[in-house]
């Protein structure tokens, strides 16, 4: 709905007047904006460039640790109360509509602002401008099922009074974004009672509210969107391969792999094979002395530690991984690496459950885990996955860097790598984006997969996930 009759002159004056009781109100309803801070917090990382648009008094802003902050209110005396309880962060008088402000951020925060704005696809237009590649835009709103709870707080005098509101959906706010080129990344729903009561918070807030179907009902929507830019040029490429007894197939993923990107490097991880697959890869090395292949020994095992070795020693822009068993076939790369160069994703993972497969490349139990994780791992990353376990996956370097410089978050859970680097996408609020691919039955050798020990090694770590990104 409109913000009429009230004028947006008149809508300035009335938060500015009410600035004085704002503090008193945020005090009435700690737990929900304590909730915010956490929700805001799991996104947000410390030492980030942020903006807050409807800032406040910049208790949000402040609560993210931001190594530069900025917080944006239109209204004078909210803005000076600000600046007075967080001198180290940067505060200023302006409307989101018609600011300019000459410099990128990492985040960009609206909190609780959409149901307020006089004109939301303007300021969508205006935060464009500071966006970098690699900014999220990070929202809250309320949902719009509990606008008559909302109406009946207010007078009752147990919520800040407000003028009429915008109420926008979830799909409102997703045709906004994308009329102005953002992507929403994902969409979570949050905080089911907004009041502290002890233990029916821990029953409502952390098990009941992330359930789906009732998620539907919280009263708080967070989204995450990404500005979608131009593909430029082309990038450099470090294609890993971790192998253990595939002497067979080490040739072929060179004899097989096209050219694409401005260059290509092979890594080989050798896993202390009993086949001579390290005396494969070094004959292969001296063979292709056109190509750039280096070949390593993990020091470790399982191929989570080799593919994080052969990410060390990779210096191309890209990273990718093909598994030496070639089931996924090394043809395919080149459409993994247009989806994450023409910006299509950030995180391209491979899909193997949509074409027919050789009729002996995966066995009815690992086919139904595989369906059961996917459909898991949709749920509880906010992102559609149909695949979780294909062996391919492609990223940037720098967003690798990130997702090992968080790795504590998780800690060293996941001997396959899958996991980790799955969750560490969603953690950086990645954009994951599935290729379909042909799957096909090995060439060389047999599976390493063991169904039952490994089957119930993944359950565990999907339910450590889920206490880690889904139950917070």
């Known amino acids: 709905m409109e913000l009429d009759p009230m004028k947006k002159e008149e809508i300035r004056e009335y938060y500015n007047s009410a600035s004085g009781s704002r503090a008193k109100w945020k005090r009435r309803n700690w737990f929900y904006h304590n909730s915010l801070e956490k929700y805001f917090s799991f996104i947000i990382p410390a030492n980030a460039r942020v903006l807050e648009l409807g800032c406040g008094l910049g208790d949000l802003l402040a609560a993210m640790k931001p190594v530069y902050g900025v917080g944006i209110d239109f209204a004078p005396d909210i803005i000076e109360q600000a600046r007075k309880r967080y001198p180290g962060l940067h505060f200023l008088t302006a409307d989101a509509e018609e600011m300019t402000l000459g410099e ?18 303007k300021v969508f237009q205006n935060v464009r401008k500071l966006c970098h590649p690699q900014t999220r835009l990070v929202i809250s709103n309320y949902n719009f099922l509990w606008e008559s709870v909302m109406i009946l707080g207010e007078k009752l005098h147990i919520k800040l009074p407000q003028p009429r509101q915008n109420w926008l959906s979830a799909a409102d706010l997703d045709t906004l974004l994308q009329l102005e080129d953002f992507q929403i ?21 952390r098990l009941l509210a992330n359930l789906p179907l009732v998620c539907r009902l919280d009263l708080v929507n ?8 131009t593909a430029g040029v082309g990038h450099s490429v470090s294609i890993v391969v971790p192998a253990r007894n595939e002497r067979g197939n080490i040739e072929n993923a060179i004899r097989r792999t096209s050219a694409f990107g401005l260059s290509q490097e092979f890594i080989f991880v ?24 280096k070949v390593l020994r993990q020091s470790g095992k399982g191929k989570g530690n080799a593919v994080r070795e052969g990410f060390d020693a990779a210096t191309g822009e890209v990273l990718m991984i093909l598994d030496a068993d070639l089931t996924m076939p090394p043809e395919e790369l080149e459409k993994f690496y247009q989806a994450l160069h023409q910006k299509k994703g950030e995180f391209i993972n491979g899909c193997r459950l949509v074409y027919p497969m050789d009729k002996d490349s995966m066995r009815f139990l690992n086919f139904l885990a595989n369906k059961f994780f996917g459909m898991f791992f949709t749920y509880l990353l906010g992102q559609r996955l149909k695949d979780t ?33 799955l969750f560490g996408a969603a953690k950086l609020n990645l954009k994951i984006t599935e290729i379909n691919i042909r799957y096909r039955d090995r060439e060389y050798g047999s599976t390493q997969i063991s169904r039952f020990s490994h089957g119930w090694l993944l359950i565990r770590m999907s339910l450590f996930a889920a206490r880690k990104m889904k139950f917070i």
């Open 104 to 121: 990128s951020f990492d985040y960009i925060i609206l909190s609780d602002l959409a149901c307020c704005l006089w004109d939301v696809q």
């Open 222 to 229: 967070i989204i995450v969107a990404r500005p979608l830019f």
């Open 185 to 205: 990344i994902t969409a979570r729903h949050k905080l089911l009672f907004p009041k502290y009561l002890p233990g029916i918070n821990f029953l409502f807030n």
């Open 270 to 293: 050798e896993g202390h094979s009993s086949d001579n697959t390290w005396e494969e890869m070094l004959r292969v090395q001296q063979a292709y002395p056109d190509k750039n292949i």
């Open 389 to 421: 376990l294909c062996g391919t996956k492609v990223l940037f370097k720098r967003d690798y860097e990130a997702i090992k410089a968080n790795r504590s978050y998780f800690g060293e859970f996941d001997p396959f790598g899958d996991f980790d680097l």
